[in-house]
């Protein structure tokens, strides 16, 4: 598929100008801010979330056109710190959060052996460093409007299947997303290739993301790493490589990429 600048094609969405806008922010993006431990690429959007300007602009507008069709999209999880993400993956590692598995049971880490302990908590959380909430572009949305009285958002696989209270959003999205109407927001964990466990609630800004997603390597993570308390580090800068295939990269095509216009 190509990637050109073709007359009367927009890439993901979005217009040239858009398209530029992003490019340029991307080279702007230190590896600081990629990791999660400089948050001066984010902005505010209200007390509890910030983004990336272009992103949080792009959303606005997805956010008007799900209103006109009914839907209070809404944000669970936008910006997230190293040390925000470090707390909840050393918390996962040590036994004082819990992990699931993919049916929602509570798994007993201590009944597993080092390389497993990590697979099972990566399968629903990312390292420090390498979540792609640090980078300002990646947000879990829900329909406020549809959230039960009294509950919670969980953002579990029961949510968002068919029949779930989110179902109906999640299906508008699907919709927009296959006519290059979805401001440049797609889901790149929308299948399951054997890592990070799908998240039909996780939605990325294309235009920015893709030129983030193949800056992280292992000598990145690992100089992030440096003088911070890292649960089972042993065990994963073993393999950090493998990892890193495996529950951070995502599939080539997770973005459609090329929308052709009449």
């Known amino acids: 598929m190509t990637r050109g600048r073709e007359k009367g094609v927009e890439h993901y969405g979005v217009s040239a100008p858009g398209l530029q806008a992003a490019?340029?922010?991307?080279?702007?993006?230190?590896?600081?801010?990629?990791t999660g431990r400089d948050d001066s690429h984010v902005r505010p959007t209200d007390a509890r979330h910030a983004m990336h300007p272009l992103v949080a602009s792009a959303f606005t507008a997805l956010?008007?056109?799900?209103?006109?069709?009914?839907?209070?999209?809404?944000v669970a999880s936008s910006f997230r710190s190293f040390?925000?993400?470090?707390?909840?993956?050393?918390?996962?590692?040590?036994?004082?959060?819990?992990?699931?598995?993919?049916?929602?049971?509570?798994?007993?880490?201590?009944?597993?052996?080092?390389?497993?302990?990590?697979?099972?908590?990566?399968?629903?959380?990312?390292?420090?460093?390498?979540?792609?909430h640090h980078w300002g572009t990646d947000l879990d949305v829900f329909d406020a409007a549809a959230l039960p009285a009294g509950d919670s958002v969980q953002l579990v696989p029961s949510e968002v299947r068919a029949g779930g209270c989110f179902d109906a959003l999640h299906c508008w999205l699907d919709e927009r997303m296959a006519c290059g109407r979805s401001h440049g927001f797609f889901r790149p964990y929308a299948h399951d290739r054997g890592g990070v466990a799908p998240e039909r609630w996780h939605l990325s800004f294309a235009p920015l993301s893709r030129h983030l997603e193949h800056r992280l390597t292992p000598a990145l993570l690992q100089r992030a790493w440096q003088?911070?308390?890292?649960?089972?580090?042993?065990?994963?800068?073993?393999?950090?490589?493998?990892?890193?295939?495996?529950?951070?990269?995502?599939?080539?095509?997770?973005?459609?990429?090329?929308?052709?216009?009449?």
Request: glycine residues 10%.
């Open 63 to 74: 956010q008007t056109d799900a209103r006109a069709a009914g839907f209070d999209l809404a």
């Open 227 to 262: 003088r911070v308390e890292l649960a089972g580090r042993d065990e994963v800068e073993r393999d950090l490589s493998g990892l890193l295939a495996r529950y951070v990269a995502v599939s080539p095509d997770w973005a459609q990429g090329v929308i052709r216009r009449g």
């Open 83 to 132: 040390d925000r993400q470090a707390l909840i993956w050393n918390g996962k590692l040590r036994g004082e959060r819990p992990v699931h598995d993919d049916r929602g049971q509570l798994l007993d880490l201590s009944a597993l052996t080092g390389a497993d302990r990590i697979a099972a908590v990566l399968r629903f959380s990312a390292l420090p460093g390498a979540s792609r």
């Open 23 to 34: 490019a340029d922010a991307a080279g702007g993006i230190t590896d600081a801010q990629l």
